[in-house]
C-alpha cells in the first residue's frame, strides 16, 4: 500500500467514532417471505391459545410459534383490525367485520356485517380500525362510525366528526376525533372532554393510563399527560425527538417502562423511572423504522406489526447484546468493563464503547487478542506487542507480540504471559517493560495455567502439551512433552482447564489429568463421562463454566455428584460465536459473551421456566390428523410441538418417536418420514439439566401398506387358498401318475426280473452244463490219468520181468516164450501219443495260463508241470516222461530255476495256484 493510503487509513481509523445505541433486547424479525403475506401489519393480539393473530392487509395471520398460517376473508379486503375475547379473534376490514374461530385445526370466518345493511354511505373510509369490547358488546370502529355488537344484533352510532382511534381507559370510551380535541363517548352521545383544549388540531395515535395518570400520544406534537382535568407536555428529554419521529402508537410494558412506535426512528423503550431510553432502529435492529402496532404477549414481550414485517423484541429477557452494523468494530476477541461502558479488542485494533458512541482508540489498528485488567489500567495483548490503556491513553510497553492469555501467578509472585514466542513472565505488573522469555520454549503457546509453585502447564497453538518446571529465577529446569511421552499422537488443539484447583487436559475428545508420581496422565472418570464430545469449554468462576456441544452453548454447575446442565438458547449467538477464542467475563453480576460483531450479555441467574403446557398438532397432507385420518403407509406427517412462548422462556424440547434415541425439537416443526405402520407415539420431554422430563406426549396410526390391507389380505387368503387347491389338485393328478408310473414299472420291474430269472436260470443251466463237462473232463483226465498210470504198472512190470529173464542164464525156452508175451502186450507209439494228446486237452485252460506267464517253458516242463499238478510223485513220473527217477529230479529243479521258485516251495502248491 502506497504511504499516503497507509496514512490517510490510519487517520480514519483514529477518527472513527460510530453513533451506536446501548445493549439491546434481542430482536427476531419475520419478513414477508417467511409468512408469505403482504407488507403493512396493522395490528396483532396474543389468543388465548397463545398463538399470535395479526391484520396483515388482505391476509389475516396466525402464528404459533412453530407455523405460519394465512387466511383471507370471504371478499378479499383489506383486514385493518383484531381483537381477541375467548376463543373469538375479531377483525375489521373495509365494509365488513366478524370473528375468526379455530375448529377442526383450521381458522374459520363468521361474518357479523354481511346482509345486515351496515355500510350504505358511499364513503371510501368505511374501514374498521379498531375493535374492543366494553360492558359486554363489541365495538366496531371506523373513521365516521361505530357499530355495536350485543351477541345478537348490531347497531350503529355516528361519530361527531371525523376520529383517528378510540380508548377504553377506566370503564370510559374516548373518542379522538382528527380536529376537534377528544370526546367521551357516554351511551350514544359524545362530549368534550374537559380541561384538554390543548389538544385540538392533533391526531392522537394513543391514550394509556399508568401510575394514576393518562398518557396522550399526539402525532406530532409529542406526548402529554392527563391528571384529571389538568394537562401538561411530558418532561422528558425524549419528548422532543418523538415530536419530529412521529408517533404512530404507544403501550406501557409495566408502571416502570413505556413503548413508543414512531413513523420515522423505529421503537423507543423508555424507563420511566431514568429516563434512560433504547432507540431499537433499522441501523440496529429492526427491519423497517414504521412501527404500525405494538402488542404485549403473556411474557411482556413486544411484538411490532411494521409497515413491512413483523419483529419480535425480548424486552424481558436477562439477554442483551450489542451488534455492531457498520463492521468498522470486527470480530471481538475479549471484552472488559470500564467506569463509563466497555473495552473491546477486535482483529480491527481497540475499541471504547461509552455513552452509547464506539470510539476506536488511534494507533490500535491490527489483531488485538486479550484484555487483562489490573486496577484502572488493562494490560493488552496485541499483534505489535503488549500495550496498557488506562484512561483514555494507550502506550506501547514491550515487544512481546501475540499475547493470547495473561495469567496471574498466586504461587511465585509473578504474571506469565503466553504469546507468538513462548511463555513470557513478569515480576512486577506495574512495569511491563522488563520481562523474560521462559527458555527452552520458543513456539507459540496459547494457554497456560498453573496449580502448584515452580510447575506450568502450556498448551501449544497447534498440538502438543507441555510440563514447564523452573527454579526461584524463573530459569528452566525441564520442559516436558506430556502428550508424547504419553503417546497420544492426536494432541492438536490441546485444552485446559482449571477447575477447584484442579488441572484438566482435553486432549483428542478425551479429559486427562496428571499424575504427578507416576509422572503420567490419567483418564478423569466424571469429566470424560459427563463432557467427552465438547469442542471448547469456558471458565465462569469456581463452580460454574460454559462449554460448546454441537456448536451450542451450556451452562455447566457442580451439585453435589453430578453436573447440572443449562442450555443457552442458540438464537441469541448462532453463527456469531468464535470457535478457539470464546471467552466470557464479568461485569456485575452479568456476564459478557463476545461475538464476531459485537458482544451479549446476560445473568447466568435468569432461570427459565420449568413448567409448560405443550401443545402437539399433527397434520397429513395439510389437513389435522384426528381419528378417522388414514394415514397411508410411507407417507410423510408434520407433528408441530407448540410451547405458547415466544422468547427467554421458550423451552428446549426433546422428543423420542416410539422409544427412539432423543432428538432435539429445534424450531419445533417435525417432519416424520417412512413411517412404519401401527401405532405411532411421539414423546416430548424438558432436560432439567440432569434427567429429561416427560411434558406431552401424542399417538396416531399408520395405515398398512396397501399390500396388507383387508381386501388384499383377502386375496392373499383367496390366491394362497387357490395354489393350495390347485397344489393339491396337482399333486392328486401326480399321486395318481405316480402311483400308475409305479404300477407300470413293478410292472417292467417284474417283466425285466422275470427276464433276469430267466437269463439267469439260462446261465446257471449254462454254468451248471459247463460245470459238467468240466467234470466229465476232469473225469476223463482222470481215467486217462488212471489208464496212464495202469499203463506206467505194465510197463513196470514188464520191465522187472524183462530184468528177470535178463538176469537168468537158463531156460531158454522160457525166456523166448516170456519175451514173446512181452512183445504182445508192449504199448505202441500210436497208443503213447493218443495219451499225450488226451493228457494235454484235459488241461488246456492250465498249459495256457502257463505258457502265457512263462513262455521259455518247452514242451517237457509243461509235462513236467501237468504231472506236478496232478501230485505225481517223482517216480511215478519217470515211466510217463521216459526217464528214471533222477532225470525226473534233475528235470524239477530245472523247472524252478525257469519258474523262479525257492525249493522249500511246494511245486505242487505253485501250480494249482496258476
Known amino acids: 500500500m502506497p504511504l499516503k493510503r497507509f496514512l490517510l487509513s490510519v487517520f480514519l481509523f483514529a477518527s472513527v467514532v460510530i453513533q451506536a445505541q446501548g445493549l439491546l433486547p434481542f430482536v427476531e424479525n419475520f419478513t414477508k417471505s417467511e409468512y408469505l403475506g403482504d407488507n403493512q401489519v396493522w395490528n396483532a ?178 406526548v402529554y399527560i392527563a391528571n384529571g382535568s389538568r394537562l401538561i407536555p411530558w418532561k422528558s428529554r425524549v419528548n422532543d425527538l418523538l415530536k419530529s419521529d412521529v408517533i404512530l402508537v404507544a403501550k406501557f410494558i409495566d408502571q416502570n417502562t413505556l413503548a413508543i412506535g414512531t413513523g420515522l426512528q423505529g421503537l423507543y423503550i423508555i424507563n420511566l423511572n431514568t429516563g434512560e431510553y433504547k432507540n431499537i432502529n433499522r441501523k440496529n435492529a429492526l427491519k423497517n423504522n414504521a412501527v404500525l402496532s405494538i402488542t404485549l404477549d403473556r411474557e411482556k414481550d413486544i411484538w411490532l406489526g411494521l409497515d413491512n414485517g413483523i419483529s419480535h423484541i425480548e424486552v424481558n429477557s436477562p439477554v442483551s447484546i450489542f451488534s455492531d452494523t457498520s463492521g468498522i468494530l470486527g470480530s471481538v476477541y475479549s471484552l472488559s468493563t470500564t467506569d463509563n461502558g466497555y473495552l473491546c479488542v477486535t482483529n480491527h485494533g481497540i475499541f471504547t464503547y461509552d455513552n452509547k458512541q464506539l470510539e ?287 422468547g427467554y422462556n421458550r423451552p428446549d424440547l426433546f422428543y423420542r418417536l416410539n422409544d427412539d434415541n432423543y432428538v432435539s425439537v429445534g424450531n419445533g416443526s417435525l417432519t416424520l418420514n417412512n413411517l412404519a405402520s401401527g401405532k405411532q407415539e411421539i414423546v416430548v420431554y424438558y432436560n432439567d439439566g440432569v434427567k429429561y422430563v416427560k411434558v406431552a406426549s401424542y399417538n396416531f396410526r399408520v395405515s398398512r401398506p396397501w399390500y396388507f390391507s383387508f381386501l388384499m389380505i383377502v386375496v392373499y387368503v383367496l390366491a394362497i387358498s387357490g395354489i393350495f387347491f390347485l397344489y393339491y389338485r396337482w399333486n392328486k393328478v401326480r399321486y395318481n401318475q405316480k402311483i400308475r408310473l409305479n404300477e407300470e414299472e413293478l410292472k417292467h420291474r417284474r417283466q425285466i426280473l422275470e427276464l433276469e430269472m430267466e437269463a439267469e436260470n439260462k446261465l446257471r443251466q449254462q454254468e451248471y452244463e459247463k460245470h459238467m463237462l468240466e467234470m466229465e473232463v476232469q473225469s476223463k483226465a482222470s481215467e486217462v490219468a488212471g489208464k496212464s498210470l495202469s499203463i506206467a504198472k505194465h510197463s513196470e512190470m514188464i520191465e522187472s520181468i524183462q530184468e528177470v529173464l535178463d538176469s537168468e542164464s537158463d531156460g531158454n525156452h522160457v525166456k523166448s516164450r516170456i519175451r514173446k508175451i512181452l512183445k504182445t502186450n508192449a504199448i505202441n507209439k500210436n497208443e503213447w501219443l493218443n495219451f499225450e494228446k488226451n493228457l494235454m486237452k484235459s488241461h488246456e485252460e492250465f498249459v495256457e495260463k502257463l505258457s502265457k506267464k512263462y513262455p521259455a517253458l518247452t514242451a517237457k516242463d509243461i509235462k513236467l508241470s501237468i504231472y506236478l499238478k496232478m501230485n505225481l510223485s517223482s517216480k511215478e513220473i519217470a515211466p510217463l516222461m521216459n526217464i528214471s527217477f533222477r532225470g525226473v529230479e534233475l528235470h524239477r529243479y530245472r523247472l524252478r530255476k525257469k519258474l523262479d521258485i525257492g525249493a522249500e516251495e511246494s511245486l505242487y502248491k505253485f501250480m494249482i495256484n496258476i
Open 360 to 646: 476506536a482508540i488511534p494507533n490500535s489498528q491490527g489483531q488485538v487478542w486479550d484484555i487483562y485488567k489490573n486496577g484502572s489500567e488493562f494490560i493488552i495483548g496485541h499483534n505489535d506487542g503488549t500495550f496498557v490503556y488506562k484512561g483514555s491513553a494507550l502506550k506501547w510497553v514491550n515487544p512481546v507480540n501475540g499475547g493470547w492469555k495473561f495469567l496471574k501467578s498466586t504461587y511465585d509472585g509473578a504474571y506469565f504471559q503466553a504469546n507468538y514466542s513462548g511463555i513470557a513472565v513478569y515480576k512486577d505488573i506495574n512495569d511491563l517493560s522488563k520481562w523474560k522469555i521462559l527458555d527452552s520454549i520458543t513456539k507459540p503457546i496459547r494457554n497456560i495455567a498453573q496449580n502448584k509453585p515452580g510447575e506450568l502447564w502450556a498448551a501449544d497453538n497447534y498440538r502438543s502439551l507441555y510440563r514447564i518446571t523452573y527454579d526461584a529465577s524463573f530459569n528452566v529446569k525441564r520442559v516436558e512433552n506430556i502428550s508424547a511421552k504419553n503417546n497420544i499422537n492426536s494432541d492438536y488443539g490441546v485444552k485446559i482447564f482449571n477447575f477447584r484447583n484442579e488441572i484438566l487436559f482435553l486432549i483428542n475428545n478425551a479429559w486427562y489429568t496428571y499424575n504427578s508420581i507416576s509422572g503420567r496422565l490419567e483418564k478423569n472418570a466424571p469429566f470424560n463421562d459427563a463432557f467427552r464430545n465438547i469442542s471448547d469449554i469456558i471458565p465462569i468462576d469456581d463452580d460454574n463454566f460454559m462449554v460448546i456441544k454441537d456448536g451450542r452453548l451450556y451452562t455447566i454447575s457442580k451439585s453435589e455428584k453430578e453436573f447440572v446442565w443449562k442450555l443457552f438458547p442458540e438464537k441469541y449467538y448462532q453463527g456469531r460465536l468464535i470457535m478457539e477464542n470464546t471467552q466470557l467475563s464479568k461485569d456485575g453480576n452479568r456476564l459478557l459473551l463476545n461475538l464476531d460483531d459485537g458482544f451479549l450479555a446476560f445473568g447466568p441467574g435468569g432461570d427459565r421456566l420449568k413448567e409448560h403446557k405443550i401443545t402437539i398438532e399433527a397434520f397429513y397432507q395439510g389437513s389435522p390428523i384426528d381419528a378417522t385420518t388414514d394415514i397411508k403407509y410411507n407417507q410423510p406427517v408434520q407433528v408441530n410441538i407448540i410451547s405458547g412462548y415466544f
Open 45 to 222: 393480539v396474543q389468543g388465548t391459545d397463545n398463538a399470535m393473530y395479526f391484520a396483515n392487509n388482505h391476509f389475516f395471520l396466525r402464528y404459533n410459534g412453530v407455523k405460519w398460517e394465512k387466511y383471507a376473508l370471504p371478499n378479499k379486503t383489506i383486514i385493518r383490525s383484531v381483537f381477541v375475547d375467548g376463543d373469538r379473534i375479531y377483525c375489521g376490514s373495509y365494509k365488513e367485520f366478524g370473528y375468526w374461530q379455530r375448529k377442526r385445526g383450521k381458522m374459520e370466518y363468521t361474518s357479523l356485517s354481511k346482509d345486515k345493511g351496515l355500510f350504505l354511505g358511499n364513503a371510501d373510509n368505511e374501514e374498521i380500525w379498531k375493535v374492543f369490547k366494553h360492558k359486554g358488546n363489541i365495538y366496531f370502529q371506523s373513521f365516521n362510525e361505530i357499530y355495536i355488537h350485543n351477541g345478537k344484533s348490531v347497531e350503529k352510532v355516528k361519530f361527531p366528526s371525523q376520529i383517528s382511534y378510540c380508548y377504553l381507559i377506566d370503564d370510559t370510551i374516548y373518542v379522538a376525533s382528527v380536529r376537534n380535541g377528544i370526546y367521551v363517548m357516554e351511551g350514544k352521545t359524545f362530549r368534550s372532554a374537559e380541561g384538554w383544549a390543548e389538544l385540538n388540531g392533533n391526531v392522537i395515535h394513543g391514550m394509556e393510563k399508568n401510575r394514576g395518570d393518562i398518557y396522550i400520544f399526539s402525532k406530532n406534537n409529542g
